[in-house]
């Protein structure tokens, strides 16, 4: 027997017509639609025009571990399975994780059909660097684990984003200031795709005491990733590493570039570094050290 298909679907995040071309036919083709919230796949389904031809169970963090086996088991027969969520991709911060890890386990197909997110669309929207980033998720709702949590990224120079409930932005952002330090710059992207998208920007200090007053809909929080440090070293210090490094055998010139880079500076300070250490050396007493 051919085994079937586990299909994960984006969901919108805000406005249904976001919804991919392919939710439609997939929602009509299904043999099982795993469902995080029945509801709300009803009112989408209703939103999108179609009506699912399969059987529809729910899926959610609740009953996640003891439902896989079942979804697994008709997978193995032939079925196909489309599992949705409530907003974004399953298995980002939703239930989906398992049935894949389980799906993958028995060398059953995975397949999805890519759709709205509500990670890229804050990053993309928060106007700090997209080159890099990490998703970090939800952060512990203890006050002592959310700290212990923001002090291992702390040094994180990647762009950040998190999912935070609204009742909890306001203590979120001011641990995060503590953490981060308050200048560092920050946006809160609320209710995105709806009626009432905001994306409030600036450092998490301003943040923290703005989401005081209270802030409802939907949180995605983007900030940024901490600044490059640069070692201070002095001309005696440069000097040195450069001495290394010819010594393995670089050129000068090389050496003076690379230890610059190090070093965050201009090549013409060490360069400067060189020679004035070179000219030291020749007007010192000879000992067989220095730069020649």
Same mark, same amino acid.
């Given at each position: 027997?051919?085994?079937?298909?586990?299909?994960?679907?984006?969901? #919108?995040?805000?406005?249904?017509?976001?919804? #991919?071309?392919?939710?439609?036919?997939? &929602?009509?083709?299904?043999?099982?639609?795993?469902?995080?919230?029945? $509801?709300?796949?009803? +009112?989408?389904?209703?939103?999108?025009?179609?009506?699912?031809?399969?059987?529809?169970?729910?899926? =959610?963090?609740?009953?996640?571990?003891? +439902?896989?086996?079942?979804?697994?088991?008709?997978?193995?027969?032939?079925?196909?399975?489309?599992?949705?969520?409530?907003? !974004?991709?399953?298995?980002?911060?939703?239930?989906?994780?398992?049935?894949?890890?389980?799906?993958?386990?028995?060398?059953?197909?995975?397949?999805?059909?890519?759709?709205?997110?509500?990670?890229?669309?804050?990053?993309?929207?928060?106007?700090?660097?997209?080159?890099? =980033?990490?998703?970090?998720?939800?952060?512990?709702?203890?006050?002592?684990?959310?700290?212990?949590?923001?002090?291992?990224?702390?040094?994180?120079?990647?762009?950040?984003?998190?999912?935070?409930?609204?009742? +909890?932005?306001?203590?979120? &952002?001011?641990?995060?200031?503590?953490?981060?330090?308050?200048? $560092? $710059?920050?946006?809160?992207?609320?209710?995105?795709?709806?009626?009432?998208?905001?994306?409030?920007?600036? #450092?998490?200090?301003?943040?923290?005491?703005?989401? %005081?007053?209270?802030?409802?809909?939907?949180?995605?929080?983007?900030?940024?990733?901490?600044?490059?440090?640069?070692?201070?070293?002095?001309?005696?210090? &440069?000097?040195?590493?450069?001495?290394?490094?010819?010594?393995?055998?670089? +050129? $000068?010139?090389?050496?003076?570039?690379?230890?610059?880079?190090? %070093? !965050? &500076?201009?090549?013409?300070?060490?360069?400067? %570094?060189?020679?004035?250490?070179?000219?030291? %050396?020749?007007?010192?007493?000879?000992? !067989?050290?220095?730069?020649?």
């Amino acid at each position: 027997m051919t085994a079937g298909t586990l299909v994960l679907a984006g969901t #919108p995040i805000g406005d249904t017509s976001d919804a #991919p071309p392919r939710l439609a036919a997939e &929602l009509e083709s299904a043999d099982i639609v795993a469902a995080e919230d029945t $509801r709300r796949l009803r +009112r989408l389904t209703q939103a999108l025009g179609v009506q699912p031809a399969g059987r529809i169970v729910s899926y =959610f963090e609740g009953n996640e571990a003891a +439902r896989t086996p079942e979804l697994v088991e008709a997978l193995a027969g032939g079925s196909r399975v489309l599992l949705v969520t409530d907003a !974004g991709m399953p298995s980002v911060s939703d239930p989906g994780y398992r049935l894949v890890a389980a799906a993958v386990e028995r060398d059953i197909k995975v397949t999805a059909v890519p759709g709205p997110s509500a990670v890229l669309t804050a990053l993309a929207l928060s106007g700090l660097p997209v080159d890099r =980033f990490c998703f970090e998720g939800f952060l512990p709702r203890k006050a002592g684990e959310r700290r212990s949590r923001l002090a291992e990224v702390a040094d994180e120079r990647r762009t950040l984003v998190y999912f935070e409930a609204p009742h +909890r932005l306001d203590d979120t &952002l001011a641990a995060m200031a503590e953490a981060f330090g308050e200048q $560092r $710059r920050a946006a809160v992207c609320r209710e995105l795709t709806k009626t009432y998208e905001e994306v409030k920007r600036g #450092p998490l200090g301003e943040l923290a005491a703005w989401a %005081a007053e209270g802030v409802r809909g939907e949180i995605t929080v983007v900030v940024e990733g901490a600044a490059e440090t640069v070692e201070e070293l002095d001309a005696d210090e &440069l000097v040195r590493r450069v001495q290394v490094r010819e010594e393995a055998g670089e +050129r $000068r010139k090389e050496a003076i570039a690379a230890v610059a880079a190090e %070093a !965050g &500076l201009p090549k013409r300070e060490v360069f400067d %570094a060189v020679v004035a250490a070179k000219n030291a %050396a020749r007007s010192a007493p000879q000992d !067989g050290k220095g730069l020649t």
